[in-house]
């Protein structure tokens, strides 16, 4: 094998290794997006179910309320 073609492999090697690690920071940053992503997931499931809660407490107070005028 002649030098320039060594040469030439060894630069394709380091670019595929800075390819990599790249591909390796961006794996890391998408992980970190997706646990942020699952923690608000799960802290606006949390507020829905409260909300839904709520709702149907309301409804069975508008209904006890409206059980009593209709008794009037």
């Given at each position: 094998?002649?030098?320039?073609?060594?040469?030439?492999?060894?630069?394709?090697?380091?670019?595929a290794?800075?390819?990599?690690?790249?591909?390796q920071?961006?794996?890391?940053?998408?992980?970190?997006?997706?646990?942020?992503?699952?923690?608000?997931?799960?802290?606006?499931?949390?507020?829905?179910e409260?909300?839904?809660?709520?709702?149907?407490?309301?409804?069975?107070?508008?209904?006890?309320?409206?059980?009593?005028?209709?008794?009037?």
């Open positions: 094998m002649s030098v320039s073609i060594l040469d030439e492999l060894e630069g394709k090697i380091k670019q290794v800075e390819t990599i690690q790249l591909l920071l961006e794996v890391e940053e998408l992980k970190e997006k997706n646990g942020e992503a699952n923690r608000q997931n799960d802290s606006l499931r949390k507020e829905y409260q909300l839904k809660t709520e709702h149907q407490a309301f409804q069975d107070r508008l209904r006890s309320l409206l059980g009593q005028i209709d008794n009037v």
